[in-house]
């Protein structure tokens, strides 16, 4: 289904579905809901044997994120990331681990009634959002303490 919508938004723009954007699409789509960057992206499709360069993956990313397939994310670490984007996805958190970079997507009901305060104390209306929440993951966080543990004896 999204590979006919790709194909049918090529076209449109007067592109081709090329067998590399395809691949590079797939890859996303088989990723687990992870946040890929570019060179993840580069080095999964040499793995399976793909005969692609650098250059043509960060060029169809750029592509696909233009076309409103992929959505580039920021954690600011210096590396920008990308997701599928799905159908009716405004609503957007993740928590990002400052120790190991985990990152993990939220969907959370307290979130909602932060917007729909903030909606009612300042009059706007919020069709989209994009929270970051900085924090430590839980194995980071038993790590810590470990080490705190074995630092004390």
Do not use: P, W
């Not at 993840?40 to 397939?69: C, M, N, P, Q, W």
């Not at 305060?117 to 810590?144: A, P």
């Amino acid at each position: 289904m999204v590979y006919d919508l790709l194909r049918s938004e090529l076209k449109k723009r007067k592109y081709r579905m090329t067998v590399q954007r395809e691949a590079v699409l797939r890859v996303f789509m088989e990723s687990d809901d992870k946040h890929l960057g570019a060179e993840d992206v580069y080095r999964i499709l040499l793995d399976k044997k793909y005969r692609i360069s650098k250059a043509t993956v960060y060029r169809t990313i750029e592509l696909l994120t233009d076309l409103g397939f992929l959505r580039k994310l920021d954690f600011g670490d210096g590396m920008y990331r990308y997701e599928i984007v799905e159908k009716d996805d405004a609503y957007h958190q993740h928590l990002i681990c400052k120790e190991c970079g985990k990152i993990v997507e939220i969907n959370d009901e307290l979130v909602k009634e932060l917007i729909e305060r903030l909606e009612r104390e300042t009059g706007f209306f919020i069709d989209t959002y994009d929270i970051k929440f900085y924090g430590v993951c839980s194995e980071c966080k038993k790590k810590m303490r470990k080490s705190r543990h074995t630092k004390m004896m």
